[in-house]
């Protein structure tokens, strides 16, 4: 009976084989197949999450060779190893660069100021970039620029390109930065970039200086030639002798919206790392070898200390009654005002 039954399982296999076998082994095959992949891929991902990654993570340290451990935690988000598309850094390829802006308003003395920087053998300061509307026509345009320039890719006169330590330039509150200030911020804070303002405590001589450099820009009074900063005594002497008139009764308005400027700029920019400078403090600290607030900044741009040196000549040395055609008028506005100081607070001038 036992090999009836054997014999009739062989049999029915023989005879149902043809039609129903074939099918059912290749769905066992595929599956186990299925199963073997299943199994091979997990051991696959296991491999390599055990050993390739650290190979990866040992290459990319192998191809940062200016890794420097003595650079401090808080600093590392401010240190920068650029790589121009234009040229090579060469032995200066390991040199940290540090971000910078000069944010400034117009005849605060951050053209003297700037070439002071420039006059650093590691410090590249590249002048009003955004001076030129197309730069600052929308939040892209100045994205690009901005990445252009912290990439020493951007070339000027004051460009040191290889040995660059510090790479920034001027910016004025009114070129953009005022208007765009939320993405110019959150762009400072992840790009790294450093903002040293600049501006002027005796808002009138400031006045003073825009008034007289907007009219030597249409009358052009050096042979043909305007000229926003003077190299000479002769030069600055044509210059002083004209006299503005200063409208006296929007004067208080005019200085209010000015300090209201900086002001706001200040509480914009309060999140980022910086620094704030007054022209008056910079040419009244000074010794033979230093400017004692340059220390500072040279300090803060985490760069050897050095003397600087500019080539600038002051264009208004003397008091402000004698540079202000209706200065009777003048007075009289602030006098009794919270600006009444402005009309005495003067600074020494040295040569």
Known sequence: M??????????????????????????????????????????????????????????????????????PQAEIPYVHYPEPTTYSREECACTPVRYFAILSMQRSGSGWFETLLNSH????????IFSAKERRS??????????????????TS????????????????NQGLVTYHEEIVDYFKMRGVSAIFLF????????????????????????????????????AYVLARYKPTINATSLIPDLRNTRESTTKTLKYFKSTRH??????????????CFLQKMVDVLDFLRVPRRKLVSRHVKIHTRPLSEQVQNWNDVYHALEG???????????????
């Not at 040992?58 to 060779?65: D, G, H, K, V, Y």
């Not at 053998?121 to 009003?128: C, H, K, L, T």
């Open 337 to 351: 005002t919270r600006y009444e100081n402005f009309l005495t607070a003067d600074y020494k001038i040295f040569s």
């Open 158 to 173: 004051a460009s040191k390109n290889e040995c660059t330590a510090a790479i920034g330039f001027k910016w004025m509150l």
């Open 121 to 128: 053998i590691n410090i590249s300061s590249n002048g009003e």
């Open 200 to 235: 002027r405590r005796n808002l009138l001589r400031q006045m003073v200086s825009v008034l007289a450099n907007n009219y030597d820009r249409n009358t052009k009074q050096l042979n043909g030639t305007h000229k926003a900063h003077v190299h000479s005594r002769d030069e």
């Open 138 to 155: 929308n939040i892209s345009a100045i994205i690009k620029t901005l990445n252009k320039v912290y990439n020493l890719d951007w070339y």
């Open 2 to 71: 036992a090999e009836d039954c054997c014999s009739f399982n062989k049999d029915s296999l023989i005879i149902k084989a043809p039609k129903k076998s074939p099918l059912a082994l290749r769905m066992v095959v595929l599956a186990a197949v299925m199963i073997c992949a299943v199994y091979i891929f997990s051991v696959c991902l296991k491999l390599i999450g055990n050993h390739r990654v650290p190979r990866i993570i040992q290459i990319e340290l192998a191809e940062q060779p200016c890794h420097n451990p003595g650079i």
């Open 275 to 288: 620094i704030v400078l007054y022209y008056e403090d910079l040419i009244q600290n000074h010794t033979p």
